[in-house]
């Protein structure tokens, strides 16, 4: 277990400076390495990098893609075709949920310190959003909404 920790860490390292360096295609490649060997739970940083680092290189549409298989592996229903009603669905029910609560209720939720397993969901989420947002994707108002 200690050995798996090790190499992920310094897989994690190898990511992040080949990332600093604009080194796409060797982030992409390090990061599958962590996904193929490492639990789900253990690859979420070489998710993220991956996906920025197809963001930041314009391969919008593979990060899109990418990114909604992360998410629904995490449990987030993200319909394969989005339309009016079920981004309207998504609407009413994010309406509801937000409506039993106050200004200041939901401004504390911000003040709570995330542990890194949500940290990390929620920078994947980042990356994906990015992609999506610059092709103006269907997936751009559902990512917000199925959350």
């Known amino acids: 277990m200690a050995d798996l920790a ?3 860490f310094r897989y994690d390292g190898a990511i992040l400076s080949s990332f600093a360096l604009g080194e796409r295609d060797t982030v992409i490649s390090y990061a599958d390495e962590v996904v ?3 639990p789900f739970e253990d690859s979420l940083l070489a998710h993220q990098f991956s996906l920025r680092a197809m963001t930041t290189t314009g391969d919008q549409d593979e990060c899109i893609s990418k990114g909604i298989g992360i998410l629904r592996q995490l449990g987030i229903d993200i319909p394969l075709q989005p339309s009016r009603e079920s981004v309207m669905k998504a609407m009413s029910t994010t309406n ?3 409506s039993q609560y106050n200004w200041d209720q939901i401004m504390n939720l911000y003040n709570r310190s995330l542990d890194e397993s949500v ?3 929620v920078k994947i989420m980042q990356a994906f959003f990015g992609s999506c947002y610059s092709q103006s994707s269907p997936f751009c108002e559902s990512m917000n909404l199925f959350v």
């Open 6 to 8: 090790l190499t992920n």
């Open 96 to 98: 509801a949920l937000v």
């Open 119 to 121: 940290l990390g969901v």
């Open 36 to 38: 193929k060997h490492a």
